[in-house]
């Protein structure tokens, strides 16, 4: 349950071509049917005929359909820029408000960060540059061969040389084979089995001693393409401690311009009521409520949202500048970064993990726990191949 921002939907062009008949057709002009689609991409199908009916109201969140039309375009070859394009056209003729922003690169509250920057790091460019998230490294294995073949190459280059020059004295010009006799050959040491092989053919007055140099020839190993990851891994943590602390007799509790009347009528026993106001400026968030998929939000400054349901979590950035209400009661949420996590009610603390949201290189916001079982797929994944 959001505040009302209502807008009429813009009259459409009648020359534009709308998302969903610009991807149809094209899936047409590649002969891809929806069933060979939705193995290519992984989206189900009902997913796909939303797509291309236009149809945003059956679809989930604002950044899930911005995947979607990634992997549409990517298995047909087409460019991701004029789909993207044409998506956000389409979303704001049918949906009328402009498609929300996924990146979230800039803050609504112009804080200027300690150099002087304007910009203030997002929630999740908060979390992304933070030390709990540990990227895996490039692998130098091609490196590592790659020295070791010139290093063998070489010791073999100046073995050969050394022995050649200890057979051959001086400038003799008589390169041919050196005849010792057998008293001198006797007196020879044994030859270890790891040293140069020796050969000794018999003639009727002497014995010919040929020592053969065999240099060892290293194989390459096969250089496989390195898996890209779209779940670099990412170290989670436990909820520690409580998240929020409730102010049974703040004053802002009586304040109807903090919290209105209304919005205290619209409470339902036994479930999560969560209402927060923008006071002091913009606040950005991620929640999720119950099943339902992740959604994002902008409250701007002197609007609120109200949340229901019998579990909520969020996820808010520039925290300051809003009053948050759980239960018609105002909590305090201490914060270091400017962001904060909250999960209602506190006994499921224990069963969540820390980020409660994270974005993957796809640009879609995952959970936790959906985060780790795709970071987990794509490390067998690489095992598999590296084996």
């Not at 549409?72 to 993207?84: M, T």
Request: proline share 6%.
């Amino acid at each position: 349950m959001t505040t009302d921002n209502t807008t009429t939907n813009p009259e459409l062009s009648p020359n534009a071509v709308l998302l969903g008949d610009f991807l149809k057709q094209q899936r047409l002009d590649k002969n891809y049917s929806l069933e060979k689609l939705s193995q290519k991409t992984k989206i189900s199908i009902n997913i796909l005929k939303c797509l291309e009916a236009n149809d945003f109201e059956h679809l989930p969140s604002a950044a899930y359909i911005k995947g979607f039309v990634r992997s549409y375009v990517k298995i047909l070859g087409i460019s991701q820029d004029e789909a993207i394009h044409k998506m956000e056209y389409t979303y704001l003729n049918i949906v009328g408000k402009p498609f929300p922003a996924l990146n979230h690169t800039k803050s609504m509250s112009p804080i200027k960060a300690a150099s002087g920057d304007d910009h203030e790091p997002t929630p999740h460019e908060v979390i992304e540059n933070s030390n709990s998230i540990k990227m895996n490294t490039k692998s130098v294995l091609p490196v590592v061969i790659l020295a070791s073949v010139i290093l063998l190459f070489i010791g073999g280059y100046k073995l050969v040389s050394s022995i050649v020059e200890n057979e051959v004295p001086g400038n003799r010009g008589d390169l041919g084979p050196k005849i010792e006799s057998s008293a001198a050959l006797a007196k020879q040491p044994e030859v270890e089995a790891a040293k140069p092989v020796e050969e000794a053919v018999t003639t009727k007055d002497a014995v010919e001693v040929v020592t053969k140099v065999e240099v060892p020839k290293e194989i390459p190993k096969p250089v496989v393409p390195e898996l890209k990851r779209n779940f670099p891994n990412v170290e989670f943590n436990k909820v520690k401690g409580r998240l929020f602390q409730v102010k049974t007799d703040a004053p802002e509790n009586s304040d109807e311009a903090l919290l209105p009347e209304s919005v205290k009528k619209n409470l339902i026993q036994g479930s999560q009521n969560v209402y927060i106001r923008a006071t002091e400026g913009n606040t950005w968030l991620s929640y999720k409520i119950d099943n339902t998929p992740i959604k994002s939000a902008i409250i701007q400054k002197g609007s609120g949202m109200y949340l229901q349901g019998d579990e909520i979590r969020l996820f808010l950035g520039n925290v300051s500048v809003t009053n948050i209400f759980y239960n018609n009661y105002l909590i305090s949420t201490p914060t270091k970064t400017g962001v904060k996590s909250l999960i209602f009610p506190e006994e499921s603390n224990v069963k969540y993990m820390m980020p409660l949201f994270l974005k993957a290189e796809d640009d879609i916001l995952y959970t936790a726990e959906d985060y780790i079982k795709r970071m987990n797929l794509e490390e067998e994944e690489l095992k598999k191949r590296n084996q």
